[in-house]
């Protein structure tokens, strides 16, 4: 293939993935349970809007730990001990979009519409 | 992410080393990289996107001339995010991590395409050099 055909397949490739990420940032569903999975298990589910004030939660992993701040209506992770500080970064989680994730320590908070089935079995592409 | 000038060393390795040559080093660094950051889960999501990178680039080494190897960068590095990506889709068990995936290919696209470009310019340089030699002797 000739490189402007590459060239042209990459940057049509470079505009659908950033309309796609575009897309899903202003795309934002009603969440206000915010769930706390480790390793894919629901270890605590807080309900954002009937909080009082803010508190802390510690998750305790085998590869480490991580500080997650809750207040009403939102929620992140405050400080964590992993090498990158990618869930640090992520900031407030606010609402469904995307998940805070931290690799690491397998964690990862979602902000759902209900309570916890046992399992994130769907998600919600396919709702 | 990262920009992830070290995949520098693999694209131009892929266009003039052999492929097993090629294979040692993205192993080599995943597996030394693990181990002095002592995160063992972290060597599965490396090695997914290392070994996925580099089949994609395995194979479009055939199709590509000199002037495209930051194709060859661009698509291994959309592998690498991907075999990356499933990997913790799978260990996390949370489907909703595909929403990354979007931010996560272009960043790949545009970081592919720098490290593309200096392993290009790496190999034509090179390349100078010891056809410069060897009309020397």
Redesign the interface.
């Known amino acids: 293939m000739k490189t402007r055909t590459w060239a042209a397949l990459i940057a049509a490739l470079l505009l659908l993935f950033a309309a796609l990420a575009l897309w899903l940032s202003g795309r934002s569903a009603a969440g206000q349970v915010a769930n706390i999975y480790i390793d894919g298990v629901c270890v605590r589910s807080v309900d954002l809007s009937q909080l009082k004030g803010p508190e802390t939660y510690t998750v305790e992993t085998e590869g480490g730990q991580n500080v997650i701040q809750i207040e009403p209506g939102r929620i992140c992770v405050q400080e964590a001990d992993c090498p990158d500080q990618v869930c640090v970064q992520a900031g407030w989680l606010t609402d469904s979009t995307a998940p805070i994730v931290c690799l690491p320590h397998q964690l990862v908070i979602r902000l759902e519409g209900s309570g916890v089935t046992a399992a994130p079995a769907i998600d919600g592409v396919s709702k | 992410v990262k920009l992830g000038l070290a995949n520098i060393i693999t694209v131009y390795a892929m266009f003039t080393l052999g492929p097993g040559d090629t294979l040692c080093i993205p192993l080599a660094r995943v597996f030394l990289g693990s181990v002095f950051?002592g995160?063992m889960?972290?060597l599965l999501?490396s090695l997914a996107g290392g070994l996925l990178c580099y089949l994609v680039m395995l194979l479009l080494r055939r199709?590509?001339?000199v002037?495209?190897i930051w194709?060859c960068s661009?698509?291994g590095a959309?592998a690498h995010n991907i075999g990356q990506m499933a990997v913790?889709i799978l260990?996390?068990?949370?489907?909703?991590?595909?929403?990354?995936?979007?931010?996560l290919?272009?960043s790949g696209?545009?970081t592919g395409?720098f490290t593309g470009l200096c392993a290009q310019f790496v190999t034509r340089q090179l390349d100078k050099i010891t056809a410069h030699k060897q009309s020397a002797r």
């Open positions: 950051s995160q889960t972290s999501y199709i590509l001339t002037k495209q194709v661009v698509l959309m913790a260990v996390t068990g949370t489907a909703a991590l595909v929403y990354y995936l979007p931010v290919m272009v696209i545009l395409a």
